[in-house]
């Protein structure tokens, strides 16, 4: 068994130092500007990139929703350190769905950096959930302050170099991407008694809105009527409810198991 582990510990290692070593080595990343340039720019009500906006109401009814049902149900059944992490999560996609709105209002490098802050956030509480539910709670407990305190570093790095004119966002990328990485390879390397199931579904629902996302103007092109951004923030947003339903059907203590290898 702590052969398993100290494998186990030791690929989650060596994907961290090797994502680390790239993005050293890859030199800085600029923000693209065009990234600002969305698909459906359309005015209603007086609201500019109206669809773009609206598409961010889900987030803040699951985030609020996923903070009262954590508080009120779900710590009965839950590690009172993961209850902790799980409301930061949902504290965060509310946020996320505020920061969303201000941004697409007026989409500029200022206003991104708000709406990037909260899923940071969020991003780190999750990963943090999964270490704690996978390898030890006590683990992903202690992991979030430094992991959050990474994430707001990263963007406030960015800042201060688009400022300088040299804006670079390698620190940011590593931070959204390396846990998608992490959690995959926790996911695969362990197993506990409610299931990675839950987990997987999560993570393929983001990568679903990511898919989306990077096809705005393509999928706006076929219909008129909504972009691939705002269905992007749709079904990003099930990627939360998705993890709040599964809370409900989960056991009342985890049992860590690594897989045989």
Known sequence: MKNHQNFSRSILLIISLIAVGLIFIIGPIKQDLNYHRFADQRSFFSIQNFTNVVTNIPFVIIGILGVL???RKYR???DY????LINVFFLGVFLTGIG???YHLNPTNETLF???LPMTISFMAFFSIVVGEFISVKLGYRFFIPLLICGVLSLLYWQVTE???AGDLRFYVLIQFLPIVLITAILILYKNNNGNVLYYLVLSIYLLAKLFELNDEFIFSTNLIISGHSIKHIIAAAAPLVFLIGLSKRKP???IKPLSI
């Open 69 to 71: 049902k954590t508080l």
């Open 76 to 78: 009965k059944v839950i």
């Open 81 to 84: 350190q993961l209850v902790a």
């Open 100 to 102: 969303s709105v201000y």
């Open 114 to 116: 708000w709406d990037r």
């Open 163 to 165: 400022n300088s004119g």
């Open 253 to 255: 203590a985890s049992i």
